[in-house]
Structures are given as C-alpha cells and as structure tokens.
C-alpha cells in the first residue's frame, strides 16, 4: 500500500534568505488557491514560474508572498546626471525670481530620487528560485504540522459523535416501546369498550410508526461518520470532501430532530448538533 498523503491546514508561515533576496509566504483560510505577491517590479517578469512552484505545493488557502532585496543584494547605483541638472537649473531660477539667499545644493536633489537616482539590482534568476522554494518548503511542513493537529483534534470529536449516534439509537428503540406499549393499551381498551374502526387504527399505527422510527437517519449518519473516517485515513486534500459530508451529517441530525418527540432524543440531538459545529469549525482551516 501507498503512504498515505500528508493532510494540510490552510494556515502557515515561511520565511527564506540568501542570494540577495528574502522571501516570506503566509497562508490562510480560502475556499480556492488564491496568490497575492508584493515584490520589487523587476521581478514580475519570474511571477508566472513562482506561481507555479506554489501551485505544485498548494491546492487551497490565500497565500500572501513578500518578495524584497536584501543588504547582501548587488545593487547598482546610477544618477540621471541630465534630470539633475535640469532639477537643480530649475530651483536656481526660482531662488533667483524670489530673491531667496541660499542657492539650491545635491542634497535639494533627495527630494527627486525616485527620478534621480536608479538601484538596479543585479541577480541571477536560479537563486530567486531556490530562496522561494525554501520558504514554501517551510510553509509546508509547518501547514502539515498543523494539520496533523487538527486531525486528532477532528478524530476526538469523531468518537464523541459515535457515542451520541449510539445514545440515540438506545433512546430512539425505548421511545418505540414506550409509545407502542402505550398504544396497545388504548386499543385494547377501546376494544373491551365500543366497536373499533380497525382501517383507522392501522392508519393511526402507521403513522405513529413513521413518526418514531429514525433508524434510516441513523443508518445514514453512521454511514457519513464511516465515509469521514475513510477520508481522513486517505489524507491528501480532504477540505471540501470533509465539509460536504458535515452538511449531511447536519441535514440528518435535523431531520431526527423533527421526528423525534422524546425529550432525551431532543437533547443528544442539540448535544450532536454541537459536536458538528465543532468540527465544521476544524475542516474549515483543512485544505
């Protein structure tokens, strides 16, 4: 048999530096894969194949990506003599016009470096990617990390929830003989005291027993639990597998509720209830 693949949270943090660069991933909840980068310009031409190194790791979760250089980074530094002259001409004339006493000086020029001064950095793209790699390799292990917490965490209320699907059951069979005992001693007291419609009766019998009889609500969460449990052993990305059978788990437990009119039935059904709640809060950071 196949090793069973790693489950992931959706939640997680990487962080890589060297060859210049420093490279921080996080990732939370999303219902999708969902990237955002924030790096330097001169970078977005390597955007398509850094998308693809997470696409390769990843299937769901928002992943926000900060790309920056580094104070190891090459950086070449060039003045646009021309645009300096032109700026520093200009302020010559203004403080001239309005008589102003100092002259304009390089350091006036700080307020135009953006168009001054140029940092072009120089890198080689292979190093990009193997810094980038190494913080989604750290994200990774610490989203499988969390996940595998969740998972025992899911497993635990797993067990709760079979406990609970076992009272009702116990409880459900009690309620069907309490009520059918009950039944049988009206009948028969009818039927010592007056003629009895005996079409009505089954009528009425049918539909007392449609009324109490959960067993294929029953039958149905168990086999929802099973699935879920087949699931989680498969591993891999489970999420959206997982939530789909919470929602039937939760349509069954409703439906026990309507029928149900037995006070303890009622009672393990809000205790289930809470139980889904709990996990659907777990599956939802799953991816």
Do not use: C
């Amino acid at each position: 048999m196949g090793m069973t693949a790693e489950i992931q949270s959706m939640t997680g943090y990487g962080e890589a530096q060297e060859g210049g660069f420093k490279v921080e991933v996080k990732s939370v909840n999303h219902r999708f894969l969902d990237m955002h980068f924030r790096m330097p310009p001169i970078l977005n031409p390597y955007e398509i194949e850094l998308k693809r190194l997470v696409k390769e790791r990843f299937s769901r979760g928002r992943i926000d990506v900060t790309i920056s250089f580094t104070e190891q980074a090459d950086i070449e530094l060039s003045i646009n003599q021309q645009v300096a002259g032109r700026i520093l001409d200009g302020l010559a004339g203004i403080t001239e016009r309005l008589n102003i006493s100092s002259p304009p000086s390089l350091d006036h020029l700080f307020w135009f470096r953006d168009i001054v001064f140029k940092q072009e950095p120089r890198f080689r793209p292979e190093e990009l990617f193997v810094t980038f790699s190494r913080a989604l390799d750290k994200l990774r292990e610490m989203r499988i990390k969390e996940g595998a917490y969740l998972i025992e965490n899911i497993k635990g209320i797993v067990k709760a929830i079979e406990e609970i699907i076992g009272r009702i059951e116990q409880a459900s069979r009690d309620a069907s003989e309490k009520r059918f005992s009950t039944l049988r001693e009206r009948v028969k007291a009818l039927i010592e005291g007056m003629e009895l419609d005996e079409q009505r009766l089954m009528q009425e019998i049918a539909f007392i027993a449609d009324r109490v009889d959960i067993s294929e609500e029953i039958t149905r969460l168990k086999s929802h639990i099973s699935q879920l449990e087949g699931i989680i052993n498969e591993g891999g990305a489970v999420g959206r597998r997982m939530d789909f059978l919470i929602q039937e788990l939760n349509r069954e437990t409703n439906t026990i509720g309507s029928k149900a009119a037995d006070y303890q039935i009622s009672e393990h059904v809000i205790n289930l209830k809470t139980e889904i709640e709990k996990m659907r809060e777990q599956v939802q950071n799953l991816q």
